[in-house]
């Protein structure tokens, strides 16, 4: 049972946009900045999103993320096949002075 | 170019210990906040420890406090976890982490390195 909650699967049309959802708590999102993670099958998680809105240098703008009080959500617009990966949530929760992640939604661009 | 490079994994008997090590290079390690992160076989990512730079502060999951050591060589570049009585719900593979600098998110990640207790 993971800290922060994420749909398992969301899947969309090549070309469309989807939205991720991450559920937690005023001790971890409502007090922390949110990461999104993007893992492509056998490989390391790559960053896509850092304090809440930030894109590294290198990740398209089609990549967005927003946060509004204990949720944050992670934009992907123009779908393409290669988006086709788990994508996770990541924060810091205060009380338990540990990170934490959600549990993973798997994209599926149909 | 940023490197992570994680060693040390393999198969150990529940109660066993392990050492594992992360090789960085390329950016100024002793500057850098430093997390383990692990993920098992087909399931998520889940944190398991934190250093802050300097060596002052560490941090662990509740799962592994206790059993697990976060350490680092700034001299060296390198990041390290022991793992002592490992149990089979530690299998996994186990990911180094750098932190962005001065903010929140990992922005670097090695390979990882696969992590097997069994009899």
């Known amino acids: 049972q993971s800290v922060l909650t994420q749909p398992p699967s969301v899947s969309a049309a090549p070309g469309q946009k989807v939205t991720i959802s991450c559920s937690g708590s005023?001790?971890?999102?409502?007090?922390?900045?949110v990461s999104w993670y993007q893992q492509l099958p056998g490989t390391a998680p790559k960053l896509l999103i850092y304090?809440?809105?930030k894109r590294p240098s290198g990740i398209p703008v089609r990549f967005s993320g927003s946060k509004s009080g204990t949720s944050a959500t992670l934009g992907i617009t123009g779908l393409q096949t290669g988006d086709e990966a788990d994508y996770y949530c990541?924060?810091?929760?205060?009380?338990?002075?540990?990170?934490?992640f959600g549990g993973g939604t798997k994209l599926t661009v149909l | 170019e940023v490197q992570l490079v994680e060693s040390g994994g393999g198969l150990v008997q529940p109660g066993g210990s392990l050492r594992l090590s992360c090789a960085a290079s390329?950016?100024?390690?002793?500057?850098?906040?430093m997390h383990w992160v692990r993920q098992a076989p087909g399931k998520g990512l889940v944190w398991v420890s934190g250093i802050f730079s300097d060596e002052s502060t560490t941090t662990y999951a509740d799962s592994v406090k206790g059993r697990f050591t976060i350490s680092r060589d700034n001299a060296k570049n390198r990041l390290y976890l022991q793992m002592n009585s490992l149990r089979a719900e530690d299998t996994a593979v186990y990911y180094c982490?750098?932190?962005?600098?001065?903010?929140?998110?990992?922005?670097?990640w090695g390979q990882g390195t696969l992590v097997t207790v069994s009899s």
């Open positions: 390329g950016f100024t390690f002793s500057s850098y906040w």
């Open positions: 005023s001790s971890n999102i409502g007090d922390n900045y």
């Open positions: 982490a750098r932190v962005v600098f001065g903010g929140s998110g990992f922005d670097s």
């Open positions: 990541g924060t810091w929760d205060s009380s338990l002075s540990a990170g934490v």
């Open positions: 304090e809440n809105n």
